[in-house]
């Protein structure tokens, strides 16, 4: 185990697990979002539920998911140990500086950008992961326990009806409204971290870079986090009747 706190206790140790976990939450966001688009589908939920319990159940992705959260706190914890060992090492900021001219904003600011994402995640999975699993949730003005969220059959198999949470959810437009900014916090982090993450790993090269730049800035900073966003805004739209 000396490896791992020898790893840990340096500067460049920490940045490669900062990458190496930011790039794993980059690619559940992949997967996350294709299970999420079945909302978009015009059959009261029925694809949407049938992903939800299929995530929940098969045990391939419950163990990963317990990577998920590791992965969560440590990228977290590694952000916030390296923020503060450089403020450490600078205690006296420089007479004259202009960090605008020798770095991107989102570079400067990943800290607050990567805090308004934890919160998000934190309120996120308190209103579904936790529902689900522990509940109470106010479903139709009724308070119901995780154990008695309703259920739909398909095929003779009864499931648990999450479509309801989330589209009860979705209702309110505050929760909407934070969903989509902290959509657009989303952007500019990934814009610059997975960019970074794979400079961090040495994984670099001017064959692949523009693949890389391309990925980062519209894959990753444009279409995901847009894609996400839309969603809320789409649920909203359609229990109220507007526009649908």
Request: hydrophobic share 45%.
């Amino acid at each position: 185990m000396s490896w791992v706190t020898t790893t840990l206790s340096s500067s460049l140790g920490r940045k490669v697990v900062m990458s190496l976990t930011g790039l794993f939450l980059c690619s559940f966001l992949i997967v996350h979002l294709v299970g999420n688009l079945q909302l978009f589908k015009g059959d009261e939920g029925q694809s949407f539920n049938e992903y939800s319990y299929f995530m929940t159940h098969n045990p391939v992705i419950k163990t990963i998911s317990y990577l998920l959260y590791t992965s969560i706190i440590v990228h977290a914890v590694m952000a916030l140990v390296l923020t503060r060992h450089n403020q450490a090492s600078r205690p006296v900021k420089y007479a004259y500086q202009k960090p605008e001219a020798n770095s991107h904003w989102t570079s400067r600011n990943m800290g607050i950008l990567g805090t308004i994402i934890l919160i998000f995640i934190v309120i996120h999975m308190r209103t579904f992961w936790y529902t689900m699993h522990f509940g109470p949730v106010v479903l139709n003005g009724e308070t119901v326990t995780a154990g008695s969220i309703p259920e739909v059959t398909y095929d003779g198999e009864p499931i648990k009806n999450l479509y309801a949470v989330t589209t009860f959810a979705f209702s309110y437009l505050w929760y909407v409204v934070l969903y989509v900014v902290s959509m657009v916090a989303l952007s500019f982090h990934l814009v610059h971290g997975f960019q970074s993450g794979f400079q961090t790993l040495g994984l670099r090269h001017k064959k692949y870079s523009p693949l890389i730049e391309f990925l980062g800035t519209y894959g990753f900073g444009v279409v995901i986090p847009a894609l996400f966003a839309a969603m809320p805004v789409f649920i909203y739209l359609k229990v109220h009747h507007i526009l649908f």
